[in-house]
C-alpha cells in the first residue's frame, strides 16, 4: 500500500450524528476514494517528494485528452478524471514505497483524529455587497434603496477608488481549505469517510482529503480549554488574601 497522506473523493451529503451523551453532532459523509498512484515525483528528480494520485470511478476513456491516456497507458492504469497531487510520509520518500499503479484506500486515516478537506465552494454568480460582504444596507423606509453600495471613491484627494474596495462582484466557485475537521466514523467496506461539520461544495463536488497539517492540541479530558468564570476566580482570589 502506498505511504500517502492524503486521497480524493467525493461529497455524498450532510447528515446529523449523536453521540453517547445524546448531544448531536452535524455530520458530512465523503466518498474516500479507492484512488490509484499515476505518477511518483521525487526530490532528487522533480525537487520535491508527492505523489499524483487519480480517484477511480467510471470514466469514458474517450473523455479523456489524448495527453492523459498517454500518462495513463504508460503504466497501464484505468482512465481516471480526477488526479492531484498529495503529499507523502517522510518514511515512503526515503524507501521508495511509492510507485505507479499502488491503491489508496481510507484506511490511511486509521489512526487519525482530524483531517483537512480542500473542495470548490458553490457558485452563486452574481451578487450585490449585502449578500457578498454582509454590509447592512441603508434605511428601509419608503423611497429608500437598502441594498446599495454607498460611496466607494474619496474626493479631491487621491480622487481614485483604492483597490480591493468591496463591492459587487462573483461570489462563490473558489477554492476552499478547511482545516481540522474531526473524525467521527469509517466504512471500509464503502470507502466511506464521515466527519463533523460542513464541507465546501455541492453534492457529489470532487475534494482533496488529507490528514490534518496542523491538528489542534486537547486537552486531558477535553476538547476545548477549560473556562474560567471570573467572578468566582474573583472570590477565591479575596479569600486568599
Known sequence: MAKVAGILGKKVGMTQLFDSKGEVH?????????????QSKARARDGYDAAQIGLVEFVKQSRLSRPARGHLEKHNLPPVKFMREVPIEVDAAVDGAVKPGDRVLVDIFDDEKF????????GRGFQ?????????????????????????????????????????????????????????GMDKEDNLLVVEGSVPGPAGGYLVITKAK???RERRGFGVAARVDPLKAAKRAAKKA
Do not use: E
Open 115 to 122: 483531517v483537512d478537506v480542500v473542495g470548490v465552494s458553490k
Open 128 to 184: 450585490g455587497v449585502v449578500k457578498r460582504h454582509h454590509f447592512g444596507g441603508g434605511p428601509k423606509s419608503h423611497g429608500s434603496m437598502f441594498q446599495i453600495t454607498g460611496s466607494i471613491g474619496s474626493s479631491a484627494f487621491p480622487s481614485r477608488v483604492f483597490k480591493g474596495m468591496r463591492m459587487s462582484g462573483h461570489l462563490g466557485h473558489g477554492r476552499v481549505t478547511v482545516r481540522n475537521l474531526r473524525v467521527l
Open 26 to 38: 452535524p455530520a458530512t459523509v465523503l466518498q474516500a476514494g479507492p484512488c490509484v498512484v499515476t
Open 214 to 216: 496542523h491538528p489542534p
